[in-house]
């Protein structure tokens, strides 16, 4: 077995890269080991391109083997992996983001990462490995490929200190979770959540993770250098010299009209492409559609560059700091749904649904990452009429998964806790128009779904996409002292750039980031960024944070306008919840045998109850219902103290005494001498059976048998009935 390994200590952390002749048929592997968690990354690239296709076809499969965490998981009887989980799809996306830009987007021949988690231990989470693996594997291959690039999670400590590669545990306690990938200084990727923080932390924090990448990049640089494979040399075809021409005639005369017209998204800019494509057919039918559509693309990328660059124009004709017109909405849908929110931010429309449930609604989380159970879920749905397209109807996918990710992990932190709000919570957002930036137009019409279904959210939540253009210029353009040349179809330059509020259509495919910030008037709840370019320096990325606060506080405006704060109640249709703490010794006599009294009790009063073992017991149904239930578990668990007041029911009558009833299956006795302030000579002549008595409890005996005190709950309770001293 060939093998070769590199260490980096980062803190006081070892990480380690091992290559060896295991994947000996991949373009290029490697394990990465960090802790006790391994990751076995590969990359091949197909020997020939895909003509047919208009797009980079890069793939990213993150798989995830339950035999990494050590467990025999899945179903009871599919014991093997299924699909992927939510977390592998969005740590794969991770992954895919950050080494995507660094391909020359002219690329066609099929590229394929696959990350395979072999261990996971309980301290370190594999998905910065991930990427850094995948750096790696196409570093050291054949593949041509401008990395590499690198990726650290950073998060806060106790005393405020930020914290590198955050062990599980240090994560769970910190303020912030952050996951950044950059390369030569610059950053290509985040992945943010945290409690309100403000943009200096963020920036705080990336600076402080940028140190780190510096130095994991050195040592994959010095890698490479020395056990690296020459990068294959591709030839891209281009468009023929007549239709080149022919797109100049045709094309470039009316394109800035095109672009520039003011109208929001794509219409006008598809039609002209459409155009282009059919004239092209009918007059070099031999020519091949997907370069001519490149051809196209790049133009219309060039011309939306220079309007913003040179001229601060959008083709859509707002300002640079303009946010679209907003609408919100809160509610107005149907009474049987516990809460809506309609949002509008130009033409970007969602509608954001809340389900209110019981514990048991949770979702039981078991993977190899992930255990446990969630009470919060926001799930995301775009339906192809969202874009004005058919398609086909059903499933998910790792977009859709990934934008309600981000929508959940921004509204997160200002959800009630759950020992004040013991829901489970769901939202589902329906994207009905798109252009531009759904996932952050979910995040506000799920602010208005939770306030108007009463959810008591500690602030409203609003989001909003800040796009980016930078200066360009082509390869061939490029001089000697620009440095080596780049495998990238353009080339970043430091200078201008264009910061562009609420981004849509044109701006998002075109441009050159895609900054999503999420947050309330206080601070930033979560912070996603995508770039098409090799990376953004910070400095840009403050000017970003300002402009996307801007625009987040105009959209707060907004939102509450149409519903100030939550509603003070649940919507009618909502379950009810009650939560009560029972001693433990009382939950045998609440469940009975076989679950006989709980389960007669839930059916009389319509409720759900659960009993945990540490003797909490939520209850679950409608309102009157939830109350009975209550009640009678109270009572029947009530731990009485002498000097108590109650009103009982009398079941049996003795000589020296009545037995009262002041429970279920609780009753205490009351003594011929305690009836009256005076001598009773006949317990029958003051009392009957089922008969309503006040009575008070004069004492709890050493085996909790009460004695209970009519005359000391009403000292004239005899008198009135016209009994007298029998003396």
């Known amino acids: 077995m060939q093998k070769k390994e590199y260490h980096l200590l980062l803190g006081n952390k070892s990480l380690s890269a091992t290559f060896t002749d295991m994947a000996e048929q991949a373009s290029g592997s490697v394990l990465l080991r960090l802790g006790e968690t391994v990751v076995l990354v590969t990359a091949v690239m197909a020997k020939h391109p895909s003509e047919s296709k208009n797009f980079l076809p890069l793939t990213v499969d993150y798989e995830e083997r339950f035999y990494a965490s050590g467990k025999i998981l899945g179903g009871q009887y599919v014991r093997r992996e299924g699909r992927p989980t939510s977390e592998a799809i969005l740590s794969g996306r991770m992954v895919d983001r950050t080494i995507r830009p660094l391909f020359d987007q002219r690329l066609r021949h099929e590229v394929q990462v696959i990350v395979t988690t072999l261990s996971i231990d309980a301290e370190h989470d594999p998905d910065t490995l991930a990427i850094i693996g995948s750096s790696l594997a196409l570093g050291v291959s054949d593949i041509p490929w401008n990395g590499p690039v690198s990726a650290v999670r950073v998060g806060k400590g106790t005393n405020d200190n930020h914290l590198l590669n955050p062990t599980n545990g240090e994560q769970t306690t910190s303020p912030c979770e952050l996951v950044m990938c950059g390369k030569a200084g610059s950053i290509n990727m985040i992945e943010a959540s945290g409690r309100e923080m403000s943009e200096t932390e963020i920036e705080n924090a990336l600076a402080f993770g940028l140190d780190a990448i510096t130095t994991i990049e050195a040592w994959q640089e010095q890698i490479i250098k020395e056990i690296g494979k020459p990068k294959r040399e591709l030839i891209f075809p281009t468009l023929s010299q007549a239709a080149s021409e022919l797109f100049a005639r045709e094309v470039e005369s009316v394109?800035?009209?095109?672009?520039?017209?003011?109208?929001?998204?794509?219409?006008?800019?598809?039609?002209l492409k459409e155009r282009w494509l059919a004239r092209l057919e009918a007059e070099?039918?031999?020519?091949?559609?997907?370069?001519?559509e490149t051809h196209f693309d790049e133009a219309v990328d060039a011309c939306l560059h220079r309007g913003a660059l040179e001229a601060n124009k959008r083709a859509d004709g707002r300002g640079l700091e303009e946010v679209r017109p907003l609408y919100a909405q809160a509610g107005g849908v149907s009474s049987v749904l516990h809460g809506t929110g309609l949002f509008y931010r130009g033409g970007t429309h969602v509608l954001s649904v809340l389900t209110l449930g019981g514990p048991k609604d949770s979702l039981l989380l078991e993977g190899a990452e992930e255990n446990g159970r969630r009470y919060f879920m926001h799930h995301y749905n775009f339906p192809p009429f969202s874009s004005g397209e058919t398609g086909r109807m059903g499933g998910t996918n790792r977009r859709m998964i990934g934008h309600g990710a981000l929508a959940e992990k921004a509204l997160l932190p200002m959800l009630p806790s759950r020992e004040?709000?013991?829901?489970?919570?769901?939202?589902?957002?329906?994207?009905?128009?798109?252009?531009?930036?759904?996932?952050?137009?979910?995040?506000?019409?799920?602010?208005?779904?939770?306030?108007?279904?009463?959810?008591?959210?500690?602030?409203?939540?609003?989001g909003v996409a800040v796009g980016l253009m930078m200066g360009r210029q082509k390869e061939e353009e490029r001089s000697k002292e620009d440095g080596p040349e780049p495998t990238t179809l353009y080339a970043l330059r430091s200078t201008p750039y264009r910061i562009l509020t609420d981004i849509q259509g044109p701006e998002d495919e075109h441009g050159d980031m895609d900054f999503k910030v999420a947050g309330t008037r206080e601070g930033i709840t979560a912070v996603q960024m995508d770039v098409k370019v090799e990376g953004v320096p910070l400095a840009?990325?403050?000017?970003?944070?300002?402009?996307?606060?801007?625009?987040?506080?105009?959209?707060?405006?907004?939102?509450e306008a149409a519903i100030p704060n939550p509603r003070p109640d649940l919507q009618p249709t909502a379950p009810r919840i009650a939560l009560l703490k029972i001693p433990q010794d009382k939950i045998g006599g609440v469940i009975g045998p076989g679950g006989k009294i709980v389960n007669e009790l839930g059916r009389r009063t319509a409720s759900e109850i659960s009993i945990e073992q540490d003797g909490t017991v939520t209850i679950v149904g409608e309102r009157d219902g939830v109350a009975r239930a209550r009640a009678a578990i109270e009572s029947m668990t009530h731990e009485y103290k002498q000097g108590e007041r109650f009103e009982g029911v009398v079941t049996r009558i003795m000589e020296f005494g009545a037995f009262v009833s002041v429970g279920p299956n609780t009753e205490g006795l009351v003594h011929i001498s305690e009836i009256a302030p005076f001598r009773i000579a006949n317990v029958r002549n003051v009392l009957a059976e089922g008969e309503r008595v006040p009575v008070v409890v004069k004492e709890v005996d050493e085996r909790g048998r009460l004695n209970l005190s009519i005359k000391l709950a009403d000292p004239d309770f005899a008198t009135k009935k016209g009994v007298l001293n029998s003396l």
């Open 255 to 271: 394109i800035e009209a095109t672009v520039f017209s003011g109208t929001p998204g794509k219409t006008t800019i598809e039609d």
């Open 284 to 292: 070099l039918p031999s020519e091949r559609r997907n370069l001519a």
């Open 420 to 462: 004040s709000f013991p829901y489970t919570i769901r939202i589902v957002s329906e994207s009905l128009a798109s252009n531009g930036s759904t996932s952050m137009a979910s995040v506000c019409a799920s602010t208005l779904a939770l306030m108007d279904g009463g959810v008591p959210i500690i602030r409203p939540t609003a």
């Open 540 to 559: 840009v990325l403050s000017e970003a944070f300002v402009a996307a606060k801007k625009a987040r506080l105009q959209i707060l405006d907004a939102i």
